[in-house]
């Protein structure tokens, strides 16, 4: 079965903080992707990465970066961290495939308040 | 302007009938359609996917539709049991390879 581990699942941080949040996957998958899900506007994507060393910005990257260093780990960033970030935050990877259709296996989430 | 929309409404079901969910897409080609299934404090988990040359797709109980006249998708759970209560969750993969994701709709399926 394919594992998505988020390092956290509850994060408390404060206004200005830098927050990392980490993602480990251990199925050699290509792509990995960073969402935030909030209640009514459902899950919007921030970044996503094909492959190590690259990414490409989603939907709302701004106030965000991503690293992806090595295959299997990929690491979202709140360079400065403001209350309306606060939000579930869920890590996803899937294959590359031929035309971006695989499945997206999903971590559990970490659950990011910032006061 | 684009939009992918699923019934906003939570859905109340009796146990042992049919559960018919509901994604309807406005100015998107998409070329496949993903269902998810989300229980609460988790991530969601992939159920089913369908191409849009594909008018329909099954896995035991579940069963996709994709109709790109109507810009529809339907996803039904037969034979529904209290298990299936959860938040269902559609995404298109639009041609440029982006993937989006509807709301989610709430099933509860009532013993």
């Known amino acids: 079965d394919v594992k998505v581990t988020q390092s956290s699942r509850y994060l408390v941080k404060r206004t200005g903080e830098k927050v990392f949040l980490e993602c480990v996957q251990d199925?050699?998958?290509?792509?990995m992707f960073w969402y935030r899900q909030d209640p009514g506007l459902g899950l919007r994507l921030i970044y996503f990465?094909?492959?190590?060393?690259?990414?490409e910005k989603g939907d709302i990257p701004e106030g965000y970066s991503v690293s992806r260093e090595k295959k299997e780990r990929f690491s979202l960033i709140l360079e400065s961290a403001s209350t309306n970030q606060t939000s579930m935050y869920l890590c996803?990877?899937?294959?590359?495939?031929?035309?971006?259709?695989?499945?997206?296996?999903f971590g559990d989430g970490t659950r990011l308040s910032i006061l | 302007s684009q939009k992918i929309e699923q019934n906003s409404e939570a859905l109340n079901i009796q146990e042992g009938k049919t559960a018919t969910l509901t994604c309807n897409y406005t100015n998107y080609s998409p070329a496949y359609l993903q269902w998810y299934r989300q229980d609460p404090g988790r991530g969601p988990v992939f159920l089913l996917l369908?191409?849009?040359?594909?008018k329909e797709k099954r896995k035991e109980r579940l069963k996709v539709t994709f109709d790109t006249t109507l810009k529809q998708s339907l996803f039904h759970i037969t034979a529904s049991q209290p298990a299936d209560s959860a938040t269902y969750l559609c995404?298109?993969?639009?041609?440029?390879?982006?993937?989006?994701f509807g709301k989610g709709t709430r099933l509860h399926i009532l013993p």
């Open positions: 996803a990877s899937s294959f590359l495939g031929l035309d971006f259709n695989q499945p997206q296996h």
């Open positions: 199925m050699d998958h290509e792509n």
């Open positions: 995404a298109l993969m639009n041609r440029d390879d982006k993937i989006i």
């Open positions: 369908i191409r849009e040359n594909e």
């Open positions: 990465s094909y492959d190590v060393k690259m990414k």
